[in-house]
């Protein structure tokens, strides 16, 4: 299994800069923000499923662009798997034909472009022998994270917008082949207020964060704010250099 890191910023701003969309094989998107775009068109025919973290823009940007592109090409409705919170951000103010068409119900009900499968916390979906499991996540709204694991057994866990997430720790220690962390860091030290009232880290959070990790993994930042890439980057390096983070970049691939 490969995932490829089609996204990885907190904001855009020039070519490197997309926001968060992780595509695993040729198949299944984890978030789809702008990094989604950059995908040809036969590419994102190809995408039957999208596990979404949360309802953020930046997370769900490419999804109404993408099934309106190539809902006709396919012959089975995009899977869309997310919280029933989510879900329901989605239709209310995205598919409500204000913002952009229904397409769970369109160009019938009974073959629609697109449809929903609902998530619950720890439950794991698997496709042809890959599994994605949902994850805990503090966020200002309902939000997962997600452990993907292979049909190998090797697992890279996403933890995607969260805080403080101390539920999280004890699951990630229990994956005995952990291979690698993708966590966020949004904000630098001098921001942590913002980071606290926003429910994202900063350098000195996710150094306490990492602390309660047991297994030695290889860990990636994510979701940095475009301009602080630099400070951020050098403030984790102080706060928790000892774990040898390192920032994610776009076209980054991971093999498991």
């Known amino acids: 299994m490969r995932i490829k890191v089609l996204g990885c910023s907190g904001g855009i701003g020039g070519r490197q800069l997309r926001t968060t ?23 994102l025919a190809r995408i039957d499923h999208v596990f979404l973290t949360h309802s953020h823009l ?3 940007l490419s999804i109404p662009l993408m099934v309106d592109s190539v809902g006709a090409m396919r012959n089975t409705p995009l899977v869309i798997h997310a919280l029933p919170e989510t879900i329901a ?4 103010h995205i598919f409500n034909w204000k913002i952009w068409p229904d397409f769970s119900v369109i160009p019938t009900h009974e073959a629609p472009f697109m449809r929903y499968e609902p998530m619950t916390l720890g439950q794991t ?23 993907v694991t292979s049909e190998a057994g090797a697992s890279l866990a996403f933890t995607g917008d969260t805080t403080i997430n101390e539920p999280l720790w004890p699951k990630l220690n229990r994956v005995r ?5 993708i966590i966020e860091t949004a904000f630098c030290n001098r921001e942590k207020s913002l980071a606290v009232a926003s429910k994202h880290l900063c350098p000195s959070m996710l150094a306490e964060e990492l602390a309660h990790l047991e297994r030695n993994v290889g860990i990636y930042i994510t979701h ?8 951020t980057m050098e403030e984790i390096q102080q706060d928790a250099g000892d774990y040898a983070p390192l920032m994610l970049q776009n076209g980054h691939t991971f093999d498991l």
């Open 177 to 181: 082949d952990l291979r690698y962390l």
């Open 21 to 43: 969309s992780l595509l695993v094989d040729h198949d299944v998107l984890i978030d789809a923000g702008t990094g989604a775009c950059d995908l040809t068109l036969a590419e």
């Open 89 to 92: 951000v989605l239709k209310a």
């Open 224 to 231: 940095l704010k475009p301009g602080e890439l630099e400070l």
């Open 125 to 147: 979906v698997t496709l042809k022998k890959r599994r994605f499991t949902a994850l805990p996540a503090n966020h200002v709204l309902p939000a997962l994270g997600y452990l």
């Open 58 to 60: 930046d997370h769900i």
